[in-house]
């Protein structure tokens, strides 16, 4: 760092003392295990996954169709592309969900307190097509599933659908130039374009702290709530819980907003930390209906863009959203008036960091829960988590923060959990323990996929993903991916969700109306992209390097799939740019087609 002494007098922070703190923190968390030291809710833990949504007893007889495009996953991903294509007059589609309606990631996370991170206005797609207006500034989970109800009728994605259903094995046919889908109902569709829009968070996981299995009380993850238990619903009042004792591991974004409405019920609740949140200040406030209504056509838009021009360090005239997402971002660059230099933009952090701190000191009374509610991390190195009423719950009488400094939870025993040689008796265990995350496509959606000549796309992406902006790959014809590996990703995913179901519709409906059988990459083409996604994440590797694990950066090992599976460094912007190029360029030059 230069000028050390001047930079500590200007802005009150020791720049150094805080990036050496970082380290001692990010080393104290540094496990060999990585990412082994969580596990799928499967084989022994298949019973977590069971959908506390939809009946167990529901049976159907296998079904044989013939589809112009299957779609996996009925989450934003899914329904967007569905919509797309429904615009372009596209008819045989057949959409295929795990949950009994469409909604992903907000049909399972129905937890007490969920809602969107996100500004509603640019999250919740499509509003402007669907008439729909989010009733607060950071939507209810309900609401948001709701509104991808209302997608799913007003574009027909009803009809043919195949809920409760889980796609599992694809194999193209080179004869017959189409895909075979088998489900585990049975199913056989005869497809001629796939879309896997699995999600993102669709694979929940679970530490691999010893003794799981043999807690004797109910255990569930957080994507799975088991309201028959806690009774209430995700507005809270879980008159279940008023007599228990209450374990919740994880303080991640979920934790923190599923920890308030816990701590308002339960008799007592024992939070177990392993790393504190960055917890900012909300702002959530009702819709203002009139200025909602006053909203010019394509308003929507602009403002998904403005957002993300301005969370990418592009200063705009206006900020739009101006909220705890881009003020980080807004006091450096309106008075800098240019794009922030990286060394800006990590000190512009650090000192957000140092807000957040503050933030802890002026709520939590108790002076070491508020010490071990600090976080000592770069801002980015985890999602930012913003409440207005996280860190007030240690302020209770029956909240207890149990901080494991950094260590975890050491055991599970059929009564409790136990930290630091103690055991804290408990009637259940709530697991805010998050999802497998970029680590591999094909562990993530569950599908054994087979393209040209058989080739295992598992086998062909082992080390890492090889596509073309993130969404094809050659040998796998007109197969799709949404995913942000190798994609530029706005924070709000729904922006790149957008794009890309935009760029696949187009694709999809320039094949089916010129009578072009197959499209894929052309190898060079491939090979270039991946080049470029490799070259241009140097500098995130090198940021991710620094930080405290997580499922950002592999829980800090750097295996050779981190270089291939990130984000593309070149940013949303440029890459939403390039889709647009080559919706622009009728898709000549990049792909290959088959007649
Ligand atoms: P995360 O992966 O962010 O958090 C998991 C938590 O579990 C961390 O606090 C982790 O600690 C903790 N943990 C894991 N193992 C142990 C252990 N052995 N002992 C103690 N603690 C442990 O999962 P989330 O579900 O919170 O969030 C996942 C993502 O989902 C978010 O990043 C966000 O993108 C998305 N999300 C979005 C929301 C929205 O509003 N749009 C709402 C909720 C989630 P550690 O930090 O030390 O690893």
Aim: proline share 4%; aromatic share 12%; hydrophobic share 35%.
């Amino acid at each position: 760092m230069t000028g050390e002494g001047s930079e500590k007098d200007r802005t009150g922070l020791d720049y150094e003392a805080l990036s050496r703190r970082y380290a001692e923190e990010r080393t104290k968390r540094l496990r060999p295990d990585a990412v082994r030291q969580y596990q799928a809710l499967e084989g022994e833990f298949a019973g977590f996954d069971a959908d506390p949504n939809a009946s167990q007893n529901f049976r159907r007889d296998p079904v044989e169709r013939e589809a112009d495009v299957l779609v996996i996953g009925g989450g934003y991903g899914g329904l967007l592309t569905a919509a797309q294509l429904r615009k372009r007059g596209v008819d045989g589609i057949v959409m295929v969900e795990k949950g009994s309606d469409f909604g992903g990631t907000w049909y399972w996370n129905r937890y007490p307190g969920v809602r969107c991170d996100v500004e509603s206005y640019i999250y919740v797609p499509l509003l402007e097509e669907t008439g729909f207006v989010p009733s607060e500034r950071y939507a209810k989970g309900a609401e948001i599933q709701q509104q991808c109800r209302l997608i799913a009728e007003k574009f027909d994605l009803y009809r043919g659908a195949l809920f409760q259903t889980i796609a599992q094995r694809l194999t193209w046919s080179d004869a017959d130039r189409r895909w075979l889908a088998t489900t585990d109902r049975g199913d056989r569709i005869s497809a001629r374009f796939v879309v896997a829009a699995t999600g993102l968070y669709s694979s929940p996981k679970l530490p691999g702290i010893p003794g799981i299995e043999a807690f004797e009380g109910p255990s569930f993850h957080t994507s799975r709530w088991d309201y028959d238990f806690t009774g209430g619903s995700a507005d809270g009042d879980l008159a279940g819980l008023h007599d228990k004792t209450v374990g919740i591991i994880g303080t991640g974004s979920t934790g923190i907003q599923c920890v308030p409405p816990v701590a308002r019920s339960a008799k007592h609740l024992y939070l177990f930390q392993r790393t504190p949140a960055s917890v900012d200040v909300r702002g959530n406030r009702p819709t203002d209906v009139e200025w909602f209504r006053s909203q010019q056509p394509g308003w929507q838009h602009e403002r998904m863009l403005n957002f993300t021009q301005w969370t990418s360090g592009l200063p705009q005239a206006v900020d739009m959203v101006a909220d705890s997402m881009t003020d980080l971002f807004r006091e450096k660059s309106l008075a800098a008036g240019v794009e922030m230099s990286p060394e800006e933009r990590e000190r512009a952090e650090i000192a957000k960091m140092e807000r957040v701190r503050q933030r802890v000191d002026a709520i939590v009374k108790d002076r070491q829960t508020a010490e071990a509610l600090k976080p000592y991390f770069h801002y980015f190195c985890k999602r930012p988590g913003f409440s207005d009423n996280y860190l007030q719950v240690f302020n209770r009488s029956n909240v207890t923060l149990v901080d494991t400094a950094g260590k975890g939870v050491e055991e599970v025993t059929p009564k409790g959990l136990v930290v630091a040689g103690r055991e804290y008796d408990l009637d259940c265990i709530i697991y805010a323990t998050g999802f497998d995350f970029m680590t591999s496509f094909t562990r993530e959606s569950g599908l054994s996929i087979e393209g040209r000549g058989g080739r295992s796309l598992e086998e062909k992406w082992s080390n890492g993903a090889h596509t073309l902006y993130g969404m094809q790959t050659r040998d796998f014809p007109n197969f799709f991916v949404l995913s942000i590996v190798q994609a530029g990703t706005s924070i709000n995913y729904l922006h790149t969700a957008d794009a890309q179901s935009r760029y696949m519709a187009e694709l999809i409906d320039h094949c089916l109306r010129n009578e072009l059988a197959t499209v894929e990459p052309t190898q060079e083409a491939e090979d270039e992209w991946v080049e470029q996604c490799v070259a241009l994440s140097a500098d995130r590797l090198a940021f991710f390097e620094k930080c405290t694990p997580s499922y950002f950066n592999f829980e800090g090992a750097r295996p050779r799939a981190f270089e291939l599976n990130s984000p593309y460094g070149g940013g949303p912007l440029a890459y939403f740019g390039a889709l647009e190029e080559e919706i622009h360029r009728r898709f000549a030059g990049s792909l290959e087609f088959g007649g």
